[in-house]
T-cell receptor
Framework: QLQLQESGPRLVQPSETLSLTCTVS??????????WGWIRQSPGKGLEWIGS???????YYNPSLKSRVTISVDTSKNRFSLRLRSVNAADTAVYYCAREIRSFDYWGQGILATVSS | EMVLTQTPGTLSLSPGERASLSCRASQTVSSIYLAWYQQRPGQAPRLLIH???SRATGIPDRFRGSGSGTDFTLTISRLEPEDFAVYYCQHYSSSGFTFGPGTRVDIK
């Protein structure tokens, strides 16, 4: 059974960079058919796709966040990562990682990242 | 830019009743790129339906997806207590993913 687990700092200072990692277990991140994505959900709000990556590093991003986002992959550690630069209070959200095959079928439990001084 | 509109915003029903949730796209979409999710409080979303009408692994057959073009429907034939949750539709394109704002199914 594929499992995903988010990790990283839960408190980020305004204007700093939010960095999260998603570790995949029970399967390989190097599957040629799969992409791996980040989705976030602000408190009490809906879902917002951030971006996705495949095992070879091909990425695509939400245009509204593209200027601030980098997603990378480390196949040797079976994990992928999110960096969101210049954060502000509006970036406070639960961040989920998920496997993507035109929809998201396996999800991590999510991690609440709060932007506050 | 794709916009997904979900109606109603909230649906108040009793266990055993039938629920019908609508998702309307601002442009014609290919059915294979339309999915539905369920999210219970404090949990990650769960994929219910992909390709507009294919149930994901382990999803009970009381959940049915239908529709084409711009209009899609998620039907729950008989609501179980665990079905009271928020439901999201989602569209995929080569540019990325769009989620609808969600429909909350409440206990009446």
């Amino acid at each position: 059974q594929l499992q995903l687990q988010e990790s990283g700092p839960r408190l980020v200072q305004p204007s700093e960079t939010l960095s999260l990692t998603c570790t995949v277990s029970g399967g390989s991140i190097s599957s040629t058919n799969d992409y791996w994505g980040w989705i976030r959900q602000s408190p009490g709000k809906g879902l917002e796709w951030i971006g996705s990556i495949d095992y070879s590093g091909n990425t695509y991003y939400n245009p509204s966040l593209k200027s601030r986002v980098t997603i990378s992959v480390d196949t040797s550690k079976n994990r992928f990562s999110l960096r969101l630069r210049s954060v502000n209070a509006a970036d406070t959200a639960v961040y989920y990682c998920a496997r993507e095959i035109r929809s998201f079928d396996y999800w991590g439990q999510g991690i609440l990242a709060t932007v506050s001084s | 830019e794709m916009v997904l509109t979900q109606t109603p915003g909230t649906l108040s029903l009793s266990p055993g009743e039938r629920a019908s949730l609508s998702c309307r796209a601002s442009q014609t979409v290919s059915s294979i790129y339309l999915a539905w999710y369920q999210q219970r409080p404090g949990q990650a979303p769960r994929l219910l339906i992909h390709g507009a009408s294919s149930r994901a692994t382990g999803i009970p057959d009381r959940f049915r997806g239908s529709g084409s073009g711009t209009d899609f429907t998620l039907t729950i034939s008989r609501l179980e207590p665990e079905d009271f949750a928020v439901y999201y539709c989602q569209h995929y394109s080569s540019s990325g993913f769009t989620f609808g704002p969600g429909t909350r199914v409440d206990i009446k």
